[in-house]
């Protein structure tokens, strides 16, 4: 019964390598996140979809690509990866009331290393 | 551009202290503030969530205020136990939906 989930947990690759992360979320949330803690363990939003629909885009390099099938998914490709992807990602959700998001639930994280 | 700083950096405390984190933002105009735990290679637990309209919010042994005009918020632990070691972060709603993180405080409790 988890509320949101995310898979791979560990994710190691090659550089110049394509991967995808997958999230999905039970909560019946209507707005999702995608967030990078990089080794300094700082954690910054990187994407955010209301209702499939793509609201926020942060100056992330356009090797990443977030897809959203539905409103409970929310899966992020990454192409021709770099050694300098290699962070945690973790996904999140939340329900919106107005344009206002209420607390936010993130999942266990995926931890990708690029050597 | 919303900014947020959490200090100390690290804490350590012995068992059964009181104590408060600080967190502080650069732009008042919030929707909400919210206090994150986050264990070593774990996820992040939402622990409170403060609407900008409200001075603060309890859950058990945490109480969390927000001043906006002072752009602070702190976390108040009681009677902190080794169970609360973790590393806490606090966000900050400064447009719609999206979070600006601390770089948050290590906490030690020394049983």
């Known amino acids: 019964d988890t509320a949101v989930s995310q898979t791979p947990k560990y994710l190691v690759t090659q550089m110049g390598n394509d991967k995808s992360i997958k999230c999905e979320q039970n909560?019946?949330?209507?707005?999702m996140y995608w967030y990078k803690q990089d080794s300094k363990k700082f954690l910054k939003i990187m994407f955010s979809y209301n209702n499939k629909e793509l609201i926020i885009n942060e100056t992330v390099p356009n090797r990443f690509s977030p897809k959203s099938p539905d409103k409970a998914h929310l899966n992020l490709h990454i192409n021709s990866l770099e050694l300098g992807d290699s962070a945690v990602y973790f996904c999140a959700s939340s329900q919106e009331r107005g344009v206002v998001a209420l607390e936010q639930f993130f999942g266990p994280g995926t931890r990708l290393t690029v050597l | 551009k919303q900014e947020v700083t959490q200090i100390p950096a690290a804490l350590s405390v012995p068992e059964g202290e009181n104590l408060v984190l600080n967190c502080s933002f650069t732009?008042?105009?919030?929707?909400?503030l919210q206090w994150f735990r986050q264990d070593p290679g774990k996820g992040l637990t939402s622990l409170l969530l403060i609407q900008s309209s409200q001075r603060e919010q309890t859950s058990g042994r945490l109480n969390a205020s927000l001043d906006k005009s002072s752009g602070r918020s702190t976390l108040y632990i009681a009677a902190s136990q080794p169970g609360d070691s973790a590393t806490y972060l606090c966000a900050a709603s400064g447009s719609a939906r999206q979070l600006t993180f601390g770089s948050g405080t290590q906490l030690t409790v020394l049983p």
């Open positions: 909560l019946g949330h209507d707005t």
């Open positions: 732009d008042s105009a919030i929707y909400n």
